[in-house]
Nanobody, 126 residues
Framework: QVRLVESGGGFVQTGGSLRLSCAAS????????MGWYRQAPGKQRELVAF???????NYAESVKGRFTISRDVPKNTVHLQMNSLEPEDTAVYYC????????????????????WGQGTQVTVSS
């Protein structure tokens, strides 16, 4: 009922920049927190940044000062501007929505679940 599609991943050299975008679709009434997670090979998925519906942001220590998360509430989109990229940033990046309200048939569903995108690869070469 909530579909997330990421875009903007790719290959970049150390010090470069990338901008990730995620669009949520479906019969959505509202989305709670939106964010980005990443998973490097052999490692657990970790939070990169999230932003609430009131535009309050939170970042992992490793990306503070380099990454900026933003969202457009009416358009149900979230973006991650990544600057000064390092090889350690190499991972699959996943868009996440924690909690959504949407139509399911004729019913309104308000869930507190995690919704995930398929992921987009970011590779930073040294």
């Amino acid at each position: 009922q909530v579909r997330l599609v990421e875009s903007g991943g790719g290959f970049v050299q150390t010090g470069g920049s990338l901008r990730l975008s995620c669009a949520a679709s479906g019969r959505i009434l509202s989305l709670n927190d939106m964010g980005w997670y990443r998973q490097a090979p052999g490692k657990q998925r970790e939070l990169v940044a999230f932003i609430t519906s009131g535009y309050v942001t939170n970042y992992a220590e490793s990306v503070k000062g380099r990454f900026t998360i933003s969202r457009d509430v009416p358009k149900n989109t979230v973006h991650l501007q990544m600057n000064s990229l390092e090889p350690e940033d190499t991972a699959v990046y996943y868009c996440n929505v924690k909690g959504a309200t949407y139509y399911s048939g004729d019913n309104i569903v308000a869930d507190g679940e995690n919704h995930w995108g398929q992921g987009t690869q970011v590779t930073v070469s040294s």
